[in-house]
């Protein structure tokens, strides 16, 4: 407010000079008065403006997402058709995990998250769950969270982003890209979002019993697709 008070006294000082010149009388309040409310409407419309064009931009931005989380997912069931093989398909935002088998859905997992559920992980300790393409490496049949299957996280979309976001200074030199991520019981069976609970520190929890499910129904190798969303309600 303070320059607009300046634009506004120069103003007024000037057209007061041009009117006095022209032997008219001068109401320095009311010019002023009136200077203001069209700059502050105008500032308002700008910022109306600047308002609607960034909420066009995050409305495209969150369609982009979209279609690629959905081409992710189909990509996983079309492997699993054609490979004839199981796949597991996660959904952040529904907080499920699907597990399809030649292509077919066949079971439904609720599962928790991190204590940060939404964004998409980057340097270990954000409490975060990767978002991407990774494989069973290792099924752990004894851990601290029960069972376990270990991904390959980091993998080298992650590497890549996290080495991208250390040139962008997005991230400091002390930061590292973490790992351990699995997926592992000890969870309430709930969904994060509806009775459960967020409390890994990015892993995807499932209760024991559905952990003891899905540990037979899988192998190392087994595609395991992590999507922020799948729609937009």
Not at 67 to 87: C, D, F, G, Q
Not at 97 to 104: I, R, V
Not at 151 to 161: E, G, H, I, S
């Amino acid at each position: 407010m303070a320059s607009l008070k300046n634009i506004v006294n120069k103003a007024v000082l000037i057209a007061g000079s041009v009117l006095a010149l022209n032997g008219c009388s001068v109401d320095r309040t009311d010019i002023s008065s009136k200077l203001e409310a069209r700059i502050s409407e105008y500032s308002q419309n700008n910022k109306n403006k600047n308002d609607n064009n960034n909420k066009i931009e995050e409305d495209y931005s969150l369609k982009l997402d979209l279609y690629r989380y959905n081409r992710w997912i189909e990509r996983t069931i079309k492997t699993s058709l054609e490979e004839k093989s199981s796949v597991i398909v996660v959904d952040k935002s529904k907080y499920e995990l699907n597990l399809y088998d030649k292509g077919s859905l066949v079971k439904k997992y609720n599962i928790e998250l991190g204590y940060d559920p939404v964004n998409r992980k980057l340097v270990q300790g954000d409490n975060k769950t990767p978002e991407g393409f990774y494989r069973i490496v290792k099924k752990r049949t004894k851990t601290r969270y029960y069972r376990a299957l270990l991904l390959d996280y980091p993998n080298l979309t992650d590497k890549a982003r996290f080495e991208r976001a250390r040139l962008n200074n997005e991230i400091t030199d002390s930061d590292k890209i973490g790992n351990l991520i699995e997926i592992h019981g000890n969870g309430s069976g709930r969904k994060g979002n509806d009775g459960g609970r967020n409390w890994t520190l990015g892993c995807i929890a499932l209760s024991d019993e559905d952990m003891d499910d899905l540990f037979k129904r899988v192998k190392n190798e087994t595609l395991v697709t992590i999507v922020r969303f799948s729609d937009l309600d």
